[in-house]
């Protein structure tokens, strides 16, 4: 069965300081990846998604970058955090285009 | 630009009460449909999807949806709501372009 795992589970960081966060899938191949933020009463914002190794489309512009070194891998990044970077991070993986998400437990990051 | 609208942001019910959450989406061409459940502490998870055929949809722990392609809607329902059903519920759409729009969200609150 596939599983999804995210890590860290918290994270408190200060402003300026630079974020790496890590999303692996497993028991698939060629996932379609997928970054979203977490906000109450906002639903889930897509950050970025990733249909192949390499491959990175953003929807939002802003202070983060993603990154697929291995198929089963997608990080998220920055190298200077700003206090609006807190909030709640979920991976997500789908199987094409058309099938539902199967998401992780989330990263809370705190941004002090 | 596609957009999916919940428009019950908090609703509190009793134990038995019967349940509906809005759902509207705009984009007119073929869709799939989700709603995700995320109950607390714990990972989203796919409630019932909408593909194609039977507008009736069926999901886990008794709770239904009904896709009508002229109302753009797709609203979920539960005859009698449980203390347990208490989470937050999100509308999802896709339309094969990898790209998946989530609602705000609906946190439902049972009493017992």
């Known amino acids: 069965s596939q599983t999804i795992h995210q890590w860290p589970a918290t994270l408190v960081q200060p402003v300026g300081s630079p974020l790496s966060l890590e999303c692996t899938v497993e028991g698939t191949s060629n996932p379609n990846l997928y970054w979203y933020r977490q906000a109450a009463g906002r639903g889930l914002q897509l950050l970025f998604y990733s249909v192949g190794i390499g491959q990175i489309s953003s929807e939002v512009p802003q202070n983060l970058s993603a990154s697929r070194p291995q198929d089963r891998q997608f990080i998220l990044s920055s190298k200077k955090l700003l206090l609006s970077d807190s909030g709640f991070y979920l991976c997500?993986?789908?199987?094409?285009?058309?099938?539902?998400?199967?998401f992780g437990p989330g990263t809370r990051l705190t941004v002090l | 630009a596609q957009s999916v609208s919940q428009h019950n942001h908090h609703v509190i019910l009793s134990e038995a009460a019967s349940l509906e959450l809005g759902c509207n989406y705009s984009y007119g061409g073929t869709v799939n449909l989700f709603w995700y459940v995320q109950y607390p502490g714990q990972h989203l998870q796919l409630l019932l999807k909408y593909f194609s055929g039977d507008p009736l949809v069926k999901g886990i722990k008794g709770f239904e949806a009904e896709f009508i392609k002229s109302k753009f809607s797709f609203n979920l329902r539960k005859p009698s709501v449980q203390w347990s059903d208490t989470a937050e519920y999100f509308c999802a759409v896709t339309s094969g372009t990898y790209k998946y729009i989530f609602g705000t969200g609906t946190r439902l609150k049972v009493l017992a």
């Open positions: 997500a993986w789908s199987q094409d285009s058309r099938n539902e998400q199967f």
